[in-house]
């Protein structure tokens, strides 16, 4: 996957798991709540490999 999709997919699913904190919230689920935490860590942790990858292509670009 190239670093433009790892950031996209990474914001969707930074997204998601805060929604669905949100609606673990709203009904005192607190399984939900804590799946949406996983999931926007996840989401963190996508757009961080993306950021990456980035910075890897622009040193070779560079060179």
Do not use: Y
Request: glycine share 12%; aromatic share 0%; net charge positive.
């Amino acid at each position: 996957m190239g670093a433009t999709a790892d950031k996209v997919s990474g914001k969707a699913n930074e997204l998601a798991g805060k929604a669905r904190q949100a609606v673990g919230d709203a009904t005192d689920n607190n399984s939900m709540k804590a799946k949406g935490a996983v999931q926007e860590a996840k989401g963190h942790a996508q757009q961080a490999k993306g950021e990456a990858k980035s910075a890897v292509k622009n040193v070779i670009d560079k060179a």
